[in-house]
């Protein structure tokens, strides 16, 4: 069983900047990629960004440019740093991790409870 837990939510103004974590635990994993979602309030739940193993990342559109995913491999942490945040970047972010389970190479996919992120000022 892994577990993550997301870090680093709160309050900030508009154009103001934040750095959310995810740490994975567990024993005997080993992770593929890692990445964010969220969910607005009255909206479907929304991926944000993906990282790979190897550090190849991806991102949706409306925060490219001004969204950073990055791991610690090591720590087995995801981190986002948002920049130049927005008001309609306000949203529970939730951490997702493809975790190999077992030798043979079987995947289960794992969600973090989410942190709150609100923009306004």
């Known amino acids: 069983q892994v577990q993550l837990v997301e870090s680093g939510g709160g309050l900030v103004q508009p154009g103001g900047s934040l750095r959310l974590s995810c740490a994975a635990s567990?024993?005997?994993?080993?992770?593929?990629?890692m990445g964010w979602y969220r969910q607005a309030p009255g909206k479907e739940r929304e991926w944000v960004a993906t990282?790979?193993?190897?550090?190849?990342?991806n991102y949706a559109d409306s925060v490219k440019d001004r969204f950073i995913i990055s791991r610690d491999n090591a720590k087995n942490t995801v981190y986002l740093q948002m920049t130049t945040l927005k008001a309609e970047d306000t949203a529970v972010y939730y951490c997702n991790a493809d975790v190999i389970i077992n030798k043979y190479g079987n995947t289960h996919n794992y969600w973090g409870q989410g942190t709150q992120v609100t923009v306004s000022s």
């Open positions: 990282i790979t193993r190897g550090g190849t990342t």
């Open positions: 567990g024993r005997g994993f080993s992770i593929n990629a």
